[in-house]
């Protein structure tokens, strides 16, 4: 059974920084690219940032480039998301992803 279980959200000023974590189980995640996609309140899930398997290559949305860094721990089974000077637009619910899987997300509150 395929679980992705997300944790590291909260509230936090603008500025700031987070971590968020992803603790997978069920398959093979050292095989496995991963996601990190994001939804705010009354828009569409967007995909944030993606790594490759090895954790050699990344990809990010403009909005984050500069300010997050995706990477892994395939030792641990984890991805992670280091969020970084974080904005109120960055407010949303994250999730971690693979192919059809994803979490149950966290939530990012960036408010002073």
């Known amino acids: 059974q395929v679980q992705l279980v997300e944790s590291g959200g909260g509230l936090v000023q603008p500025g700031g920084s987070l971590r968020l974590s992803c603790v997978v189980s069920?398959?093979?995640?050292?095989?496995?690219?991963m996601n990190w996609y994001r939804q705010a309140p009354g828009k569409g899930r967007e995909l944030v940032a993606a790594?490759?398997?090895?954790?050699?290559?990344?990809v990010y949305d403009d909005s984050v480039r500069g300010r997050f860094t995706i990477s892994r721990d395939n030792a641990n089974d984890t991805l992670y998301l280091q969020m970084n000077n974080l904005k109120p637009e960055d407010t949303a619910v994250y999730y971690c992803?693979?192919?059809?899987?994803w979490g149950h997300g966290t939530q990012v509150t960036v408010s002073s």
């Open positions: 790594i490759t398997s090895d954790g050699g290559n990344a």
């Open positions: 069920g398959f093979t995640f050292s095989s496995s690219a």
């Open positions: 992803n693979t192919g059809d899987s």
